[in-house]
């Protein structure tokens, strides 16, 4: 079984800089991928961001390309998500996923963690 733990959200002003971490316990860690999902209130879960966990090949939503940045520390089952020129529109639960070996498939859910952008 695979536990995803996320850390870093908070509120923070338009303009400004988060941190996302998602950190993975369970034996033999080794997903086909890792992404972050975003959820806003009254709206649907919606993609963010993606990392292939052996090529470190990456995706982003249109909304947040040029602005966010997924990244891997793979020696410490950790993905990040850096998020910069955040606006108001960027509020939501962000949930931290990862994929089973060759899956691309999500089966493995964080908590979430709020962000909150303030005008």
């Known amino acids: 079984q695979v536990l995803l733990v996320e850390s870093g959200g908070g509120l923070v002003q338009a303009g400004g800089s988060l941190r996302l971490s998602c950190t993975a316990s369970?034996?033999?860690?080794?997903?086909?991928?890792m992404g972050w999902f975003r959820q806003a209130p009254g709206k649907e879960r919606v993609f963010v961001a993606r990392?292939?966990?052996?090529?470190?090949?990456?995706g982003y939503a249109d909304s947040v390309k040029g602005r966010f940045t997924i990244a891997s520390d793979n020696a410490k089952n950790t993905v990040y998500l850096q998020m910069n020129s955040l606006k108001p529109e960027d509020t939501a639960v962000y949930y931290c996923?990862?994929?089973?070996?060759?899956?691309?498939?999500?089966?493995?859910w964080g908590q979430g963690t709020q962000v909150t952008v303030s005008s």
């Open positions: 996923a990862a994929t089973r070996p060759y899956s691309p498939v999500y089966d493995y």
């Open positions: 369970g034996r033999s860690f080794s997903p086909y991928a």
């Open positions: 990392i292939n966990w052996s090529s470190d090949t990456t």
